[in-house]
């Protein structure tokens, strides 16, 4: 019989993609559980950079925070945020201290800023500007805030500033609804 | 023997897949802006190809004509998914600096190149050589362009969190540049010209 006639092509392809079915389950079964703890972890080794007395936390999913625990009493809140910047979108961490009136911190998830210029967003002299600020004072220092953007990336830090402003006005908001009704 | 060390000598120079195949070269321009990158990319590569050369090699007898290049791709498929969840599973980190371009090996034309020129038409063994000898052809292709990247683009040399080598009173100032894609296409440009000029690679 040649190999080329009749139903032998359809019924080969439909076993080859049988045999991967096969191979991709049992794979997905040993790596299954791996990626969820390397996922866990570094949510944790985030959050950790934040809050380094941190011992556990909870995530609601629904508001997407996360409540950063030490010693059984919360420390801290954190939230992502995204700023729009020059390579696409920014992604961040903010830490909220308790009272919710002043930032613990923000971390730099993702970027794609160039390289040289606007990249210097997730360096420590930058980002430690953020520590300690209070909520209404984060703002670029030409608007009247705590934050000197850096030379010759104005479009990063605002992007960064603006994405941070935006997220906790979003948080706080719904924060208060939710605590009114 | 000396086909198996010719079919593995042959992709290191003279079909060289990055520099005289010119194939492959999305990820290569993609990732190659760090060492840790370059060995990533070709640890995972390099696993596929040879797994794929194997597998289609094996079964290349078999295989109806008509449905050959979808059952290259099945296969080719299902051995990146698997390093790809092997990745994210064991080593995150990596993964995370790789994102895509671990998906993308399924469209990488290197590895469908190979089964559709060599591994459909040789026995195992010979597919075997072939895939190391193109694997390390891509390796020292995409390791020499990270090299030059790195090592210029930001002035300093890093493997895996250990620190090698700065170059005093360049890394304030790197050509950052090279960093960016523009950058990869400006390396690769420059060492075909060099290979060119040189006679390493001879054009047809």
Redesign the interface.
Known sequence: MS??KGF???I??TL??IV?IV??TL??G??KD??VQ??Q??VKEMLATLFPDMQSFDYDENTGLYTVIAGGEPIGHAFMAQGRGYGGAIDILIGLKPDNKSLQGIKIITQQE????GAKIINASFLDQFKGVSVDEVNLARNGGKIDAITGATISSSAVVEGVKEAITRELGSQQKGGNS | MSSFAGNFTKGIVRSNPTFVLLLGLCPTLAVSTSLDNAIGMTAAFVFVLVASNILISLIHSLVPDKVRIPVFIVIIATLVSIVDLMMQGFVPALSKSLGIYIPLIVVNCIILGRAEAFASRNGVLDSIADALGIGTGFGLAILLISFIRQLLGTGKLDLFGHHLFTIPGFSDNPVAILMLPMGAFLVIGTLLALFKWMGVTKGD
């Open positions: 190999k080329d032998w092509p359809v080969f392809l080859v993609v991967a191979a991709l794979t997905n040993i790596t791996k990626i390397a996922k972890d570094a160039t390289p040289g210029l």
